[in-house]
């Protein structure tokens, strides 16, 4: 996980150790092992489509804290 605090802290323009890239990336990879672990295969491609834009706008909100 630090290395994905690493990118959204870059992304933001933000030191990592603040609290939004920290929670940025633990939602992401909540989100993918809820994927892997709790989609039903004929499910996978739609809750990817919802999880990838869930992680979006969280870092699209986080930009304009930020900003």
Same mark, same amino acid.
């Given at each position: ?15 990592? &150790? ?12 909540? /989100?993918? =092992? +809820? ?7 004929? &499910?996978?491609?739609q809750a990817m489509v919802t999880a990838l834009r869930?992680?979006? /706008?969280? =870092? +699209? ?7």
């Amino acid at each position: 996980m630090p290395e994905s605090t690493r990118v959204v802290a870059e992304d933001l323009g933000v030191a990592p &150790e603040t609290v939004g890239p920290r929670m940025a990336a633990a939602a992401a990879t909540a /989100v993918i =092992i +809820e994927l892997f672990t709790g989609t039903e295969k004929f &499910e996978l491609e739609q809750a990817m489509v919802t999880a990838l834009r869930f992680i979006e /706008v969280g =870092i +699209e909100s986080l930009a304009q804290d930020a900003g």
